[in-house]
């Protein structure tokens, strides 16, 4: 878990797969305490539309206003946190946004803030985990789930590392 400590940036990134919305509404916080003035919410085509949008709505039902959050619903080709860093980067480029917090998962937080400065040299990666809870960085090997996160994102890791 990397968690590089909340400070004021230009917005907020919160990428997708987050099935419990932790993502979102830890953004939503730091928007609120005035540490960001925009949260960028990414997410795939899913049944019901993109994740993003839903994720959104999510959010606005927990009290938050839409004002605080801008969709970029990702295309069918970006299928991975690589790919999301890359198409999540040349966003931010067009927007002029050198410095984020970057919101996932607190299992992953490091891959993902590597990936986003590898694919974006130049941008200013805050790393600011959420607390997901299907995953407990102390004590993940007890139980079954927490065993099988750990595994995939160590796995992943070691593939991001490798590029591969």
């Known amino acids: 878990m990397e968690d590089d400590g909340v400070q004021k940036a230009q917005a907020a990134v919160v990428l997708g797969g987050d099935s419990n919305g932790v993502r979102i509404l830890k953004a939503a916080q730091l928007a609120q ?18 994740e993003s949008d839903v994720t959104i709505v999510y959010a606005e039902q927990h009290g938050y206003p839409a004002a605080l959050f801008h969709a970029l619903p990702l295309p069918d080709n970006v299928n991975s946190t690589k ?33 986003f400065r590898k694919m974006n ?10 607390q997901d809870p299907d995953f407990n960085p102390r004590s993940w090997w007890t139980y079954r789930d927490g065993q099988k996160t750990f595994l995939m994102e160590w796995l992943k890791t070691i593939a991001a590392y490798l590029d591969i």
Not at 33 to 50: E, F, I, T
Not at 121 to 130: E, K, M, N, T, Y
């Open 33 to 50: 305490a005035g540490y960001v003035p925009d949260v960028l919410v990414d997410g795939p085509k899913s049944l019901m539309g993109h």
């Open 83 to 115: 790919a999301e860093a890359q198409y999540a980067g040349k966003y931010l480029r067009r927007q002029h946004i050198h410095k984020i917090l970057l919101v996932t998962s607190n299992f992953h937080t490091h891959r993902a803030a590597y990936l």
């Open 121 to 130: 040299p130049g941008l200013d990666v805050i790393a600011v985990p959420a």
